[in-house]
């Protein structure tokens, strides 16, 4: 996990629930490497914080207490104005039409509520960079619009993976953790993180979901 040299992550999150949001406060700030440097209950003062502090990462948490959702309204008002800084998306919400309207928006990441620190963590840093990052459960979903979209097929593009890579890749598709792909290929997680580097770096990208999508995209699964 690259992380920034000297400084620490700077992050604001938007959260209409003051419990989630101080939550999400605490939570973050275990990490020593991250700092929350603002916080907002609405969209206006999310909008204002933004513009005054401009932070390394936008946390939205949408959907706290079954409210409607407003997170694709709010994404879309920071990026109008702001496009290169990345939002990530918290939501109990993972329809496939709530994940594709947020990252319509503009969107960089979306995770379900349940995560874990780790997970958490490691997303933040990963969209921090501007890569594109679901969490695993949302991809198989997301893939099935991408297929269903595509008019005529694209020539592939790399084509030097290997047989193992391939299936990897193909597991990765189908929204599996690394830790469940070790389990189907009788490999150990450290394997699996190996042949994924490979893998982005044949493809030209950065993250499991920019893989994935590329890999439907051009026929390679």
Not at 38 to 60: C, M, R, W
Not at 132 to 142: E, N, Q, V
Not at 192 to 202: D, F, G, M, R
Request: glycine fraction near 6%; hydrophobic fraction near 45%.
């Amino acid at each position: 996990m690259k992380k920034p040299v000297n400084r620490k992550l700077r992050l604001f999150i938007i959260c209409s629930q003051l419990l989630a949001r101080e939550g999400l406060i605490l939570l973050t700030q275990q990490d020593e490497d991250l700092q929350v440097v603002g916080d907002a209950a609405d969209d206006a003062a999310g909008i204002a914080g933004v513009a005054e502090l401009h932070p390394d990462v936008v946390i939205v948490a949408d959907g706290w207490g079954g409210e409607e959702c407003s997170c694709a309204d709010i994404v879309k008002k920071i990026k109008a104005d702001h496009p290169q800084i990345p939002i990530l998306v918290i939501s109990p919400h993972v329809e496939n039409a709530r994940v594709q309207m947020a990252l319509a928006a503009g969107a960089t990441g979306y995770l379900p509520l349940g995560v874990d620190m780790d997970e958490l963590v490691r997303v933040l840093y990963t969209v921090s960079r501007g890569e594109l990052t679901l969490h695993p459960s949302m991809l198989p979903a997301i893939i099935q619009q991408v297929e269903a979209g595509q008019s005529k097929p694209i020539s592939p593009t790399p084509n030097d993976l290997t047989e193992r890579e391939r299936d990897i890749l193909s597991a990765l598709s189908r929204g599996l953790t690394d830790r469940e792909i070790a389990q189907l290929l009788f490999i150990s997680v450290r394997t699996v993180q190996s042949h994924l580097a490979h893998i982005y770096e044949k493809l030209h990208v950065h993250s499991r979901t920019e893989a994935a999508l590329l890999a439907v995209q051009h026929g390679l699964v």
